[in-house]
C-alpha cells in the first residue's frame, strides 16, 4: 500500500541537526530549504524530515518516539565508528533472539537505536517475527 515515508524530528539547531544526521550518523542529505525544513534519506523509502521547533513542537521530547536504524553490518562495529564521533550511547548493546539494539540520543535529545537483525531468526520465522 505505503511506498514510503517520512518521520519527522523538531529540533533546536538546523545546522547542528542537519550535521548530525548527515555527517555524524552518515545518512544521505536529500535536500534542505534554509532553516524551514530538510530531509535525510534512510533508504528503502524512508526520510527523516528535520523541522526548527516550536512552542508548540518542541525539540526532543522524550519517550514519544525512537526512530531505529537497521544495520547492514556489525552493530559493535557501527557502536565503534559513532563513539568515535562522539555519539553516546546508552548503555551496552542488548542481545536478544531477534538480534542486538542500542540506543542512543541525537543534539536535541530524540531517541534512536540502533539495530543488528538476526536474519536467520526472521527467515526461520519463529515468534513474531516472519519475512513478509
Do not use: C
Amino acid at each position: 500500500m505505503f511506498s514510503s515515508g517520512n518521520v519527522t524530528v523538531y529540533v533546536s539547531d538546523m545546522d547542528r541537526a542537519v550535521r548530525f544526521y548527515s555527517e555524524t550518523l552518515g545518512l544521505k542529505l536529500a535536500y534542505r530549504f534554509g532553516n524551514h525544513w530538510a530531509a535525510v534519506e534512510l533508504g528503502k523509502g524512508l526520510t527523516i524530515g528535520l523541522h526548527p521547533a516550536s512552542g508548540q513542537m518542541p525539540a526532543g521530547r522524550k519517550g514519544s518516539m525512537a526512530i531505529g536504524l537497521e544495520l547492514s553490518g556489525s552493530i559493535r562495529e557501527a557502536v565503534k565508528a559513532l563513539e568515535a564521533k562522539g555519539v553516546r550511547f546508552q548503555g551496552a548493546v542488548n542481545e536478544a533472539k531477534a538480534g542486538a539494539f542500542v540506543g542512543f540520543e541525537d543534539p536535541d535529545g530524540n531517541q534512536l537505536y540502533l539495530t543488528e537483525l538476526n536474519r536467520s531468526h526472521i527467515e526461520q520465522g519463529e515468534g513474531q517475527y516472519q519475512r513478509a
